[in-house]
């Protein structure tokens, strides 16, 4: 896979929350997080799609970013590509092979800090059953609470490419691109609040 080139947004904010020190778990939340990717088509266009973060833990420790941490899971199957006969050929075998690998999984090593909002995790990504290194740099954009008051939460947007071929998927060379382009946007709400949607504002509320 050749050197990705991660760009995170997780907002840094607010020194009241870093005064204590400690490390605080951040859970993942599905209904404010997706990853968005795009992959040139033909020459013509770069062709766009959805997936989504089903679960994940990210844990951060403002004092000693190398106790911090990050596990994410994401559904292969729940690519959206905008057109239903699309999102079956992306989700078959020759691509995503989300029937016999249904999810990609992100798993940090270790934890880097290079200024004081900007870092560099140290991972592994599974992806079609194949693991491979992935370092991700990221900026630490913004942790507060929601406008409600109701969840301290943790914000992420990210960007990296990605060698498709370098997990396998070799197909379709003369009208798909190697390289995809893959943004994340993610929020991980402090400790176990993200575990039900019902936690979370409801329908019709303002997104916060």
Known sequence: MRNARFLPAVLFAIAPLYAHGATTAYRIDPVHS???????????????????????????DPDDWSKSSVDATIDLASVDMGDAEWN??????????????????????????????????????????????????FRVN?????????????????????????????????SIGNDVSVWLEIEAIRGGDAQTRSDKETPDAPAQ
């Open 34 to 60: 997706q990853v968005v990717f795009n992959v040139e088509h033909n020459g013509f266009s770069r062709s766009f799609g959805r997936l989504k973060v089903t679960e994940g833990i990210v844990r951060f």
């Open 88 to 137: 079956k050929a992306v989700r078959g075998t020759s691509l995503l092979d989300s029937d016999r690998a249904k999810t990609a999984h992100y798993v940090s090593d270790s934890v880097e800090k290079k200024s004081d909002d900007e870092g560099t995790v140290h991972g592994k990504l599974t992806l079609r059953g194949k693991t491979l290194p992935l370092d991700l740099p």
């Open 142 to 174: 913004r942790i507060g609470k929601t406008i409600y008051g109701l969840h301290t939460v943790a914000g992420f947007s990210s960007t990296v490419t990605l060698d498709r071929a370098a997990y396998g998927m070799t197909s379709n060379k003369n």
